[in-house]
């Protein structure tokens, strides 16, 4: 059983950044998968970054691509997400997850694992 634990979600302004961390536990870090989801209010939870095991591939939602960058640090058990030029439209819950599968990178349910998921608020 994998373990996941989020923050640095907040309130920033239009074009600010924030990072948002995700600690794992209870588990071996290195062989899953870990993406980021998000859900802002009245819509469906979507796909935003993901990386393999080892960070050998990256997959971002275009709607982030250019302004967010996921990373992870096996050594650490951690995965982040930096959030550049976020935009009120970024405004959401944040959820880390973790998958044991490559395949459907960008579908929530090939995640096994999820976080409690920070809030983040962008104002314009």
């Known amino acids: 059983q994998v373990q996941l634990v989020e923050s640095g979600g907040g309130l920033v302004q239009a074009g600010g950044s924030l990072r948002l961390s995700c600690a794992a536990s209870?588990?071996?870090?290195?062989?899953?998968?870990m993406g980021w989801f998000r859900q802002a209010p009245g819509k469906e939870r979507e796909f935003v970054a993901a990386i393999t095991w080892s960070g050998g591939s990256i997959y971002s939602a275009d709607s982030v691509k250019g302004r967010f960058t996921i990373s992870r640090d096996n050594a650490k058990n951690t995965v982040r997400m930096q959030m550049n030029s976020l935009k009120p439209g970024d405004t959401a819950v944040y959820y880390c997850?973790?998958?044991?599968?490559?395949?459907?990178?960008?579908?929530?349910?090939?995640?096994?694992?999820w976080g409690q998921g920070p809030q983040v608020a962008v104002s314009s």
């Open positions: 209870g588990g071996t870090f290195s062989r899953y998968v």
């Open positions: 997850a973790a998958s044991s599968r490559v395949v459907g990178v960008a579908i929530t349910k090939e995640y096994n694992y």
